[in-house]
């Protein structure tokens, strides 16, 4: 398989974590978003979105991260990202998409630029934007992990939840959200990172990353 993707782009961050914790071997393609390369006609005419990840595969090419990611498990199935148990699955889901759904369409590069230089609005307002809109969707979170007394992971081990978490977190910081509110989160955070899965899919270990 064949990703394309951009280093710090947290949908392919997602993807990355997702093929690399279920083993799957591919080869890593970037498009550069600051040259507007997702734009140019070779790639709309594959994917008519426009945005990375986009994935190669024998089956064809294949867009939207999260629909990817559940397409992987099932054509997958060894190693699985979503749980087995229906209860499990279903909260797996209700987190991960409060954060694909709720973060990435208000923070994502085009709004931050719009804000920029259209509304013509100070780093510091757009920065505190970006972080309205994180507390809004990662306190809740928070607090759904504490009712489910989540440990080092939302359930026994890394899943489709934590693919989603940790990009989002990457950006957050970048950002200097304020994660003090946030426990529960910082030790999923800390054990991730401290599997090889999550270190070879971080935007630092990957051959575009500047
Ligand atoms: N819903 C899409 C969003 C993809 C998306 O917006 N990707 C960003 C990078 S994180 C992108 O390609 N931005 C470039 C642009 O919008 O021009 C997904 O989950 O794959």
Redesign the pocket.
Known sequence: MKLYG?WR????YRLRCALELKGLAYENCPVN?LE?A??DEAFTSRNP?????MLETDSGDR????AIIEWLDEAYPDAPLLPKDLERRYVARELAYAI?TEL?APL???VLKYLKHELRQEQDVINTWYRHWLAKTLHPVEKRLDQLGAGDFLFDAPSFFEVVLMPQIYNARRFDFDFSACPRMERIEAACSALPAFQRAHPDSQPDAH
């Open positions: 951009y782009s947290s949908t392919s978003l507007s997702q734009k979105f426009a945005t990375v990840p867009v939207q991260s999260m694909a990435h994502n590069l085009p």
